[in-house]
Protein backbone atom coordinates (compact mmCIF):
# COMPACT_ATOMS: atom_id res chain seq x y z
CA UNK A 1 0.00 0.00 0.00
CA UNK A 2 1.32 3.46 -0.80
CA UNK A 3 1.88 5.42 2.18
CA UNK A 4 3.78 7.65 3.97
CA UNK A 5 4.42 7.39 7.50
CA UNK A 6 5.31 9.53 10.30
CA UNK A 7 6.51 8.47 13.90
CA UNK A 8 5.64 9.08 16.52
CA UNK A 9 2.61 10.42 16.59
CA UNK A 10 2.12 11.73 19.43
CA UNK A 11 4.97 13.34 21.43
CA UNK A 12 5.10 15.22 24.53
CA UNK A 13 8.62 16.77 25.59
CA UNK A 14 10.34 19.71 27.73
CA UNK A 15 12.06 22.59 26.02
CA UNK A 16 15.66 22.23 25.16
CA UNK A 17 15.65 18.35 24.35
CA UNK A 18 15.77 17.30 20.96
CA UNK A 19 13.85 15.09 18.92
CA UNK A 20 13.26 13.75 15.85
CA UNK A 21 10.25 12.95 13.89
CA UNK A 22 10.58 10.50 11.21
CA UNK A 23 9.24 10.33 7.69
CA UNK A 24 9.34 7.93 5.02
CA UNK A 25 7.59 6.98 2.10
CA UNK A 26 7.48 3.91 0.18
CA UNK A 27 6.56 5.62 -3.41
CA UNK A 28 9.80 6.21 -4.35
CA UNK A 29 9.01 10.07 -4.51
CA UNK A 30 11.61 12.65 -5.46
CA UNK A 31 9.97 15.32 -3.56
CA UNK A 32 9.00 15.17 0.13
CA UNK A 33 7.71 18.28 2.25
CA UNK A 34 7.10 19.56 6.37
CA UNK A 35 4.40 21.37 6.97
CA UNK A 36 3.06 22.18 11.09
CA UNK A 37 -0.31 22.78 11.14
CA UNK A 38 -1.74 25.59 13.58
CA UNK A 39 -5.70 27.07 14.60
CA UNK A 40 -6.40 29.90 12.43
CA UNK A 41 -2.65 29.78 10.08
CA UNK A 42 -3.42 26.29 8.30
CA UNK A 43 -0.97 24.68 6.81
CA UNK A 44 2.80 26.48 6.52
CA UNK A 45 5.49 24.92 4.62
CA UNK A 46 8.97 24.05 6.87
CA UNK A 47 10.88 22.61 4.46
CA UNK A 48 11.44 20.74 1.51
CA UNK A 49 13.25 18.48 -0.59
CA UNK A 50 13.43 18.26 -3.98
CA UNK A 51 15.25 14.76 -4.06
CA UNK A 52 18.58 13.27 -2.21
CA UNK A 53 20.56 15.47 -0.30
CA UNK A 54 18.64 18.52 -1.84
CA UNK A 55 16.76 20.51 0.79
CA UNK A 56 15.65 23.89 1.55
CA UNK A 57 13.52 26.38 3.45
CA UNK A 58 9.97 26.78 2.97
CA UNK A 59 7.96 29.52 5.19
CA UNK A 60 8.57 28.89 8.61
CA UNK A 61 12.20 26.86 8.72
CA UNK A 62 13.49 28.68 11.80
CA UNK A 63 14.10 26.21 14.86
CA UNK A 64 14.35 23.28 12.41
CA UNK A 65 16.57 21.26 10.24
CA UNK A 66 15.84 18.51 8.02
CA UNK A 67 18.39 16.15 5.73
CA UNK A 68 17.26 13.59 2.75
CA UNK A 69 20.09 11.37 2.89
CA UNK A 70 17.57 8.62 1.36
CA UNK A 71 15.30 9.13 -1.09
CA UNK A 72 12.43 7.73 0.97
CA UNK A 73 13.33 9.31 4.56
CA UNK A 74 13.19 12.74 5.31
CA UNK A 75 13.41 13.75 9.32
CA UNK A 76 12.42 16.61 10.83
CA UNK A 77 14.69 17.61 13.86
CA UNK A 78 14.69 20.27 16.67
CA UNK A 79 17.14 20.69 18.64
CA UNK A 80 15.91 22.63 20.79
CA UNK A 81 11.97 22.66 20.82
CA UNK A 82 10.33 25.61 22.45
CA UNK A 83 7.17 26.06 23.44
CA UNK A 84 6.25 27.63 20.04
CA UNK A 85 7.07 24.90 18.02
CA UNK A 86 4.01 23.24 19.64
CA UNK A 87 2.19 21.77 16.63
CA UNK A 88 0.28 19.69 14.22
CA UNK A 89 3.18 17.86 11.65
CA UNK A 90 2.97 16.63 8.33
CA UNK A 91 4.82 15.08 6.35
CA UNK A 92 4.15 14.87 2.26
CA UNK A 93 5.57 13.38 -0.63
CA UNK A 94 4.55 13.13 -4.39
CA UNK A 95 6.47 12.45 -7.55
CA UNK A 96 8.67 14.20 -10.07
CA UNK A 97 9.58 18.30 -8.80
CA UNK A 98 6.35 17.92 -6.44
CA UNK A 99 3.93 18.40 -9.09
CA UNK A 100 0.55 16.39 -8.96
CA UNK A 101 -0.68 14.76 -5.89
CA UNK A 102 0.82 15.74 -2.69
CA UNK A 103 0.50 12.57 -0.41
CA UNK A 104 0.27 13.31 3.28
CA UNK A 105 0.99 11.66 6.46
CA UNK A 106 -1.09 10.71 9.07
CA UNK A 107 0.41 13.72 11.17
CA UNK A 108 2.28 14.10 14.66
CA UNK A 109 1.18 16.07 17.44
CA UNK A 110 3.48 17.45 19.19
CA UNK A 111 3.83 19.50 22.45
CA UNK A 112 6.32 21.02 24.08
CA UNK A 113 6.27 22.56 27.77
CA UNK B 1 4.20 37.22 -3.13
CA UNK B 2 2.41 34.17 -3.41
CA UNK B 3 -0.88 34.01 -1.73
CA UNK B 4 -4.13 32.15 -1.19
CA UNK B 5 -7.41 33.05 0.19
CA UNK B 6 -10.07 31.61 1.80
CA UNK B 7 -12.54 33.95 2.44
CA UNK B 8 -14.73 32.56 4.99
CA UNK B 9 -13.61 30.57 7.84
CA UNK B 10 -16.97 28.85 8.61
CA UNK B 11 -19.45 27.78 6.42
CA UNK B 12 -22.70 25.79 7.59
CA UNK B 13 -25.35 23.98 5.52
CA UNK B 14 -28.14 21.97 5.81
CA UNK B 15 -27.54 18.77 4.98
CA UNK B 16 -28.58 17.72 1.18
CA UNK B 17 -28.31 21.77 0.09
CA UNK B 18 -25.33 22.86 -2.22
CA UNK B 19 -22.19 24.31 -1.01
CA UNK B 20 -19.60 26.52 -2.74
CA UNK B 21 -16.09 26.98 -0.76
CA UNK B 22 -14.43 30.23 -2.29
CA UNK B 23 -11.05 30.33 -2.97
CA UNK B 24 -8.75 33.15 -4.23
CA UNK B 25 -4.89 33.20 -5.08
CA UNK B 26 -2.22 35.88 -6.11
CA UNK B 27 0.35 34.40 -8.43
CA UNK B 28 2.04 36.05 -11.85
CA UNK B 29 1.44 32.88 -13.93
CA UNK B 30 -1.52 29.95 -14.21
CA UNK B 31 -0.42 28.06 -10.65
CA UNK B 32 -1.28 24.41 -10.17
CA UNK B 33 -4.20 24.51 -8.41
CA UNK B 34 -5.44 21.53 -5.75
CA UNK B 35 -8.37 21.47 -3.04
CA UNK B 36 -7.48 19.11 0.05
CA UNK B 37 -10.02 17.59 2.62
CA UNK B 38 -9.21 17.22 6.48
CA UNK B 39 -11.59 14.94 8.65
CA UNK B 40 -11.24 15.38 12.33
CA UNK B 41 -8.29 13.82 13.63
CA UNK B 42 -7.34 12.53 10.08
CA UNK B 43 -4.39 14.07 7.52
CA UNK B 44 -5.51 16.06 4.48
CA UNK B 45 -6.55 13.84 1.29
CA UNK B 46 -6.81 15.46 -2.47
CA UNK B 47 -9.89 16.06 -3.94
CA UNK B 48 -9.41 17.54 -6.63
CA UNK B 49 -6.58 19.29 -9.23
CA UNK B 50 -6.00 21.33 -11.82
CA UNK B 51 -2.81 21.92 -14.18
CA UNK B 52 -4.14 23.27 -17.21
CA UNK B 53 -7.00 22.00 -20.03
CA UNK B 54 -10.68 22.05 -19.14
CA UNK B 55 -11.56 24.62 -16.21
CA UNK B 56 -14.18 22.81 -14.60
CA UNK B 57 -12.39 19.79 -13.18
CA UNK B 58 -14.12 16.79 -11.06
CA UNK B 59 -13.14 14.76 -7.89
CA UNK B 60 -13.57 12.45 -5.73
CA UNK B 61 -16.73 12.32 -3.43
CA UNK B 62 -18.67 14.35 -5.63
CA UNK B 63 -16.94 17.78 -5.46
CA UNK B 64 -15.83 19.82 -8.72
CA UNK B 65 -14.04 23.17 -8.70
CA UNK B 66 -14.04 25.88 -11.49
CA UNK B 67 -10.92 27.68 -12.65
CA UNK B 68 -11.63 31.05 -13.63
CA UNK B 69 -8.51 32.77 -14.92
CA UNK B 70 -9.74 36.63 -14.94
CA UNK B 71 -11.07 36.32 -10.71
CA UNK B 72 -7.87 34.10 -10.19
CA UNK B 73 -10.60 31.90 -8.25
CA UNK B 74 -10.98 28.10 -8.28
CA UNK B 75 -14.16 27.60 -6.30
CA UNK B 76 -15.04 23.98 -4.76
CA UNK B 77 -18.58 23.22 -5.68
CA UNK B 78 -21.10 20.06 -4.23
CA UNK B 79 -25.06 19.94 -5.15
CA UNK B 80 -25.93 18.04 -2.06
CA UNK B 81 -23.91 17.98 1.23
CA UNK B 82 -24.08 14.94 3.06
CA UNK B 83 -23.41 14.92 6.46
CA UNK B 84 -19.73 13.17 5.98
CA UNK B 85 -18.46 16.02 4.45
CA UNK B 86 -18.02 18.12 7.54
CA UNK B 87 -14.92 18.75 7.54
CA UNK B 88 -11.78 21.41 7.01
CA UNK B 89 -10.81 22.39 3.72
CA UNK B 90 -7.98 23.74 2.46
CA UNK B 91 -7.16 25.38 -1.11
CA UNK B 92 -3.62 25.23 -1.93
CA UNK B 93 -1.31 26.99 -4.83
CA UNK B 94 1.75 24.91 -6.38
CA UNK B 95 4.38 27.31 -7.91
CA UNK B 96 8.13 26.77 -8.90
CA UNK B 97 10.13 29.62 -7.36
CA UNK B 98 14.23 29.99 -8.11
CA UNK B 99 14.74 27.62 -5.43
CA UNK B 100 12.88 24.87 -6.48
CA UNK B 101 8.67 24.14 -6.00
CA UNK B 102 6.64 25.31 -3.38
CA UNK B 103 2.68 24.76 -1.88
CA UNK B 104 1.04 27.20 -0.26
CA UNK B 105 -2.50 26.16 1.73
CA UNK B 106 -4.87 28.98 2.33
CA UNK B 107 -6.26 29.00 6.30
CA UNK B 108 -8.67 26.57 5.65
CA UNK B 109 -12.88 27.10 5.56
CA UNK B 110 -14.43 24.80 8.29
CA UNK B 111 -17.98 23.43 7.43
CA UNK B 112 -20.12 22.22 9.27
CA UNK B 113 -23.64 20.16 8.00
CA UNK B 114 -26.71 20.53 10.06
Known amino acids: EAQVTQNPRYLITVTGKKLTVTCSQN?????MSWYRQDPGLGLRQIYY???????DKGDVPEGYKVSRKEKRNFPLILESPSPNQTSLYFC????????????FGPGTRLTVT | AQSVTQPDIHITVSEGASLELRCNYS??????LFWYVQSPGQGLQLLLK??????LVQGIKGFEAEFKRSQSSFNLRKPSVHWSDAAEYFC?????????????FGKGTSLLVT
Open chain 1, 27 to 31: MNHEY
Open chain 1, 49 to 55: SMNVEVT
Open chain 1, 92 to 103: ASSSYRGVGEQY
Open chain 2, 50 to 55: YFSGDT
Open chain 2, 92 to 104: AVGFYSNSGYALN
Open chain 2, 27 to 32: YGATPY
